[in-house]
């Protein structure tokens, strides 16, 4: 059963630093990875979504790295501001579309 | 491009009582999923529809939550009776052939 851990559950930074939010997964048999962004109350937003044969996407100041084999992914976030205050999770699919999602982390960025 | 709608946002019952979510996918969508997301943690998969059939459904509590999606295009999740364990935000998703979902704004169930 795929199990997916997000380290740290909460960050605290001040504002411009860059960041960097940890995600594994105990099945390496994944058919993609997705990061999320969730504000409170609200529903998720995709941010990037890696397929298995990727290594990493980028989108803006964003970037997803995904390695399989150790069943590990990186968000880095260049350059943080007060709007990236959210709850960012991590999810992976298995062939079946079977999504599975870490608890995530709390990210508060400080002016 | 409309996003995936749900409704009601909020719902607050008492425990025993019955409670229904509706949610429209986006437009083509053939793949619709139910999650549950309790305080804290990530969503977790309820049910998953492939038009209108079940795909996945092992995660349901069968013996109170029901979900259906008769035309393959809207679905209602059912939950009778209530109880205060099933407080949680309730998340519908939708997505193709690509896998990548997209998620609706939520409804967040308060069971008293």
């Known amino acids: 059963k795929q199990e997916v851990t997000q380290i740290p559950a909460a960050l605290s930074v001040p504002e411009g630093e860059n960041l960097v939010l940890n995600c594994s997964f105990t099945d390496s048999a994944i058919y993609n990875l997705q990061w999320f962004r969730q504000d409170p109350g609200k529903g998720l937003t995709s941010l990037l979504l890696i397929q298995s044969s990727q290594r990493e996407q980028t989108s803006g100041r964003l970037n997803a790295s995904l390695d399989k084999s150790s069943g590990r992914s990186t968000l880095y976030i260049a350059a943080s501001q007060p709007g990236d205050s959210a709850t960012y999770l991590c999810?992976?699919?298995?062939?079946?579309?079977?999504?599975?999602f870490g608890a995530g982390t709390r990210l508060t960025v400080k002016p | 491009e409309a996003g995936v709608a749900q409704s009601p946002r909020y719902k607050i019952i008492e425990k025993r009582q019955s409670v229904a979510f509706w949610c429209n996918p986006i437009s083509g969508h053939a793949t619709l999923y139910w999650y549950q997301q309790i305080l804290g943690q990530g969503p977790k998969l309820l049910i998953q529809f492939q038009n209108n059939g079940v795909v996945d459904d092992s995660q349901l509590p069968k013996d109170r939550f029901s979900a259906e999606r008769l035309k393959g295009v809207d679905s209602t999740l059912k939950i009778q009776p209530a109880k205060l364990e099933d407080s949680a935000v309730y998340l519908c998703?939708?997505?193709?052939?690509?896998?990548?979902?997209?998620f609706g704004p939520g409804t967040r169930l308060t069971v008293t």
């Open positions: 998703a939708s997505s193709t052939d690509s896998y990548e979902q997209y």
């Open positions: 999810a992976v699919s298995d062939n079946n579309n079977d999504m599975r």
